[in-house]
């Protein structure tokens, strides 16, 4: 073999050992199948607490999603939603037209008498008389049954066929005095053939409002409204985060209770349990990663528990920001005793899985892996970035994960004793090859200057 086919034959080696096989799911301790209808591109779940309990990376990299024939596909983590979207409705408002003043002239005079004292009077008379445009009709909504109004649209016309108008509108809580929220606006309601350009709808500080006043402000005569329609946003609710009981661990201390979590998930939220009744007592809560890590602080604040005739009262949770620690330590600052019964609760909110369904369903979620490469999970909106958002969240589907399997059990949450990776032991080869073949051309070249062919 030459020298040359000699490293060709190495090269060939160093590339074979450089691909890693890829991940199967027995490479997962456990798993859970994915129902949806998968006539979208890509399908969204939200995790359940079992995964959170089960993975050894709090980045979630020790899961991944199979498809039917057991490949890996694309997936990305979206964080769980802190409440719900607000709902848009929709109320026809009660309108009454009331009849304004008629348009005032002013001559523009002005008036100034002087005195003895001082004073100067002096009057300048104007060449023309400006009339202050006002128009004869005002319309006054009636909104006390709407509130956190965002817009107003009108079905509206105009006497003289304007199809674009000015209007001003103004807010107020008693009916006499008025504040303007939109000093001008623009009515718009042109026609040509089939086609239609209208402009009807106009935008309000998204609040709360009594009467509405609306007036043309423009030379024209006053609008004809036939209805005019409030567009209401309801208050968003808060999502409740999913809850947990933290394992009471053993403690030496009188006045400190140690938890394990058991999960590795983003904990957000913490409520202390107190066994007994009308009871206060305030605590200090701190968390560390492992056991050999300083402890953090999270929150210090009161607990309580308060029952009065059929009304029962805690504390509010404490809320912090998110952690993956598993463990917790509660130092209870004053009499200890009357408080080791206490109870640890943590609260989270579960991040959606997206993944794309690239081949055959139905597919595997699959997690908790001490053996596999760590998954590589594109940002929430990673995939399909090149499509609007608009258009990408028309292609998500809801999916539904069913109960959870066992894929390759215990055995797939063992570390892999390390061993020498292939590719190190063929760059160790390849160098002591190298360099046997370095000493021998040495060797042949002193072994040719000192007995020089005649």
């Not at 039917?68 to 929709?90: I, K, N, Q, R």
């Amino acid at each position: 073999m030459t020298v040359r086919a000699m490293f060709v034959s190495f090269g060939c080696l160093l590339a074979a050992s450089a691909g890693a096989a890829p991940p199967s799911k027995n490479d997962y301790a456990s798993g859970m199948s994915v129902r949806a209808n998968y006539s979208q591109p890509m399908v969204e779940t939200v995790l359940p607490d079992d995964v959170y309990r089960a993975v050894t990376r709090a980045d979630l990299g020790d899961l991944r999603v199979f498809n039917a024939d057991g490949m890996p596909v694309p997936h990305a983590f979206c964080a769980g939603l802190s409440s719900t979207t607000a709902e848009v409705t929709e109320r026809s408002l009660p309108v009454f037209v009331l009849r304004g003043r008629d348009p005032v002239y002013t001559d523009n005079s002005r008036v100034a008498v002087e005195t003895p004292s001082g004073t100067r009077v002096n009057v300048e008379e104007s060449l023309a008389a400006q009339p202050e445009v006002v128009s004869g009709l005002i319309h006054i909504i009636d909104a006390r049954e709407a509130p956190r109004l965002r817009a107003i649209r009108f079905d509206w016309r105009s006497p003289d066929g304007a199809s674009e108008v000015k209007v001003r509108i103004e807010a107020s809580e008693d009916l006499d005095r008025w504040q303007t929220i939109v000093p001008a606006s623009t009515l718009l309601l042109a026609q040509q053939g089939d086609q239609e350009l209208r402009r009807e709808r106009i935008e309000l500080l998204n609040r709360d409002y009594k009467y509405l006043r609306v007036q043309r402000v423009d030379s024209g005569p006053p609008l004809i409204l036939n209805s005019v329609t409030a567009e209401q946003v309801g208050a968003a609710e808060e999502i409740e985060p999913l809850w947990f009981n933290a394992l009471h661990m053993a403690s030496k201390e009188a006045d400190v209770l140690y938890f394990d979590s058991e999960h590795l998930a983003p904990v957000t939220y913490a409520r202390v349990r107190l066994a007994q009744q009308n009871s206060t007592v305030s605590v200090s809560l701190q968390s560390r990663p492992d056991e050999e890590s300083p402890w953090r602080s999270r929150w210090t604040g009161e607990s309580y528990v308060i029952v009065s005739d059929t009304v029962r009262r805690e504390s509010p949770p404490a809320q912090f920001p998110a952690t993956t620690d598993r463990y917790w330590r509660l130092q209870i600052l004053k009499d200890p005793q009357v408080y080791q019964d206490s109870t640890l609760e943590l609260g989270y909110r579960p991040a959606k899985l997206r993944f794309v369904t690239q081949g055959p369903g139905p597919f595997t979620v699959a997690f908790g892996s001490r053996r596999a490469e760590p998954a590589q999970p594109a940002a929430c909106d990673g995939l399909l970035a090149n499509i609007s958002g608009a258009d990408r969240e028309r292609m998500i589907e809801q999916g539904f994960v069913d109960p959870v399997v066992q894929l390759g059990g215990a055995d797939a949450l063992k570390p892999v004793p390390k061993k020498t990776p292939a590719k190190v032991v063929v760059l160790w080869v390849v160098l002591v090859v190298g360099v046997a073949l370095l000493v021998g051309m040495a060797l042949s070249l002193l072994k040719r200057v000192r007995h020089p062919t005649n």
